[in-house]
């Protein structure tokens, strides 16, 4: 009770105050100095003004009072006596009362002005302060927990909750438990509109980023404006989502650490499997070669031979798959014929063509490209290779290419089963194969995944078109050279 009567006494002694420094004033001015009524007038005016500006209204209009009766007492006469009857007392009375009532509204007016400027300087002080050490927060536990707290300790907030929809979570923070449950909290955040209750002067306003709810943060009091507290929320939000970036940033490096060590071990493993490969390869042609052998031999070698070279078609590719995978695709890029690294890959298969009528569509005078010539090699290859599994041996295949104004488009067509439209969707997917064939037909599901990397690396489109039963073309783009480096 003590403490709330303080106000109340300090009024009184302003009151108090006020009334008496008149009154000495006039005893000054009546037994010592002598002065005319104007003199006395003008000086009490002073102090009305001056006690109004310093204690406020009621105080003024207690020293305007005093300075009306002193002033009519002391030098109006008749002296001695009180009597307002005089139009000039009401006059002087109305003056001092005005004055009193128009200062003490101006300079009330005035401090409060300056008091909530000091408060948002305070406040833009504190949010400062909040954004720093929400930038170098160190999270030693829950990210919503660690935010909560910085908030409440910055802005010496009695009670604060912060519900993170993320995490689905509530974190309360400083020394009282704020008076609003956790369905309040929620609603907040998937309704977007602030909510107040007077009874308990706590306010719970919704946190968004991008116009997507991230949260909703409640605080208890009215130390902290709501301007200010819609800045604590989109401080929140670009944390939390900062945050969330870092973690997806982390996880992405630790992904990327994680395949291109695993695409680093496959090559390891891949070259190791391939250096017996050479030597194995060199004998069985040695053998074969030798004339003397029986005619059962002769097909096992074949057989061996054949099998040799179907191993180190798979572990190429699972070093080029791993060498995509880790990064380390590099194009050496020139103006080259895009014919002759076709009929270079056609040499290349040789007898696997099984005699098939190939038509090559590719005309001499075709616009060179800018590519790589040993990966462009490479989709022809994985293109024909492909074409050859998956048709009747002795069915044509047919080369085209044909010249745009920026590319030049290589397409391969052959007469097999065809593709599905579900399946084209697939096609290019690393490990993906056909459900009719994968059984009859061996492959790793590396090989048009490879082109399609290749492809893109060269900044290309590729593509299938097909119907079931009616074969398939295989299709990619590649840029034309650029006419300084045409040859």
């Known amino acids: 009770m003590r403490i709330n009567r303080l106000p109340h006494m300090g009024k009184v002694i302003h009151t108090l105050g006020a009334v008496l420094i008149v009154c000495a004033i006039a005893f000054l001015y009546f037994l010592f100095l002598s002065v005319n009524t104007l003199t006395a007038a003008l000086t009490f005016l002073l102090v009305v003004l001056a006690t109004a500006t310093r204690w406020g209204l009621a105080e003024g209009l207690a020293a305007s009072l005093a300075s009306v009766f002193c002033l009519d007492f002391f030098f ?28 003490s509204h101006l300079s009330a007016s005035a401090r409060r002005q300056a008091q909530e400027s000091t408060h948002r300087q305070h406040e833009v002080e504190r949010l400062y302060t909040l954004s720093r050490n929400l930038l170098l927060l160190e999270v030693h536990g829950p990210l919503g927990q660690e ?80 301007t200010a507290l819609h800045a604590i929320g989109n401080l929140t939000a670009i944390t939390l989502e900062r945050a969330h970036a870092q973690d997806v940033a982390t996880r992405a490096e630790a992904a990327r650490q994680s395949e291109e060590l695993k695409s680093t071990m496959l090559d390891a493993l891949a070259h190791e499997f391939k250096t017996p490969l050479t030597p194995i390869k060199a004998a069985v042609t040695s053998m074969l070669s030798d004339g003397s052998l029986s005619p059962t031999y002769q097909e096992l070698l074949g057989i061996v031979n054949e ?33 002759k690294i076709v009929l270079r890959q056609l040499e290349r298969l040789g007898e696997s063509l099984e005699g098939r009528r190939v038509s090559v569509e ?33 069915s044509p295949l047919a080369l085209r290419a044909t010249a745009g104004e920026t590319e030049v488009i290589m397409s391969i067509e052959d ?14 997917d690393k490990f993906f ?55």
């Open 362 to 394: 590719v005309p001499e005078n075709l616009p060179r490209v800018s590519v790589d010539p040993e990966f462009t090699g490479t989709v022809i290859w994985q293109f024909l290779n492909n074409a050859l599994k998956y048709t009747p041996p002795g």
């Open 147 to 226: 935010i909560a707290n910085q908030i409440a300790q910055v802005f010496e907030l009695p009670g604060l909750a912060f519900y993170d929809r993320m995490s689905d979570r509530i974190h309360r923070a400083g020394p009282q438990d704020i008076p609003v449950d956790a369905g309040k909290l929620r609603d907040t955040a998937l309704q977007g509109t602030v909510y107040h209750d007077l009874a308990t002067k706590t306010t719970v306003i919704p946190i968004s980023l991008g116009g997507q709810p991230v949260g909703s943060l409640g605080i208890q009091g009215s130390r902290v404006s709501e």
């Open 76 to 103: 109006i006469p008749p002296i001695g006596s009180i009597t307002i009857a005089d139009p000039q007392d009401w006059v002087a009375l109305s003056a001092f009362v005005v004055t009193a009532v128009l200062v």
């Open 433 to 487: 194969r056909g459900k009719d064939q994968r059984e009859r037909i061996p492959g790793t599901g590396m090989g048009l995944t490879i082109a399609r990397e290749i492809v893109r690396a060269h900044h290309g489109r590729i593509w299938v078109e097909s119907e079931p039963g009616k074969g398939a073309r295989f299709s990619f783009s590649v840029p034309l050279a650029p006419r300084e480096l045409a040859v």
């Open 307 to 339: 099998e040799t070279d179907k191993l180190n078609s798979m572990l190429t590719e699972a070093i080029q798959m791993s060498r995509i995978e880790a990064g380390q695709l590099q194009l050496h890029r020139s103006p080259q014929s895009l014919r």
């Open 415 to 428: 007469c097999g089963p065809g593709i599905s439209a579900q399946e084209q969707r697939k096609v290019f």
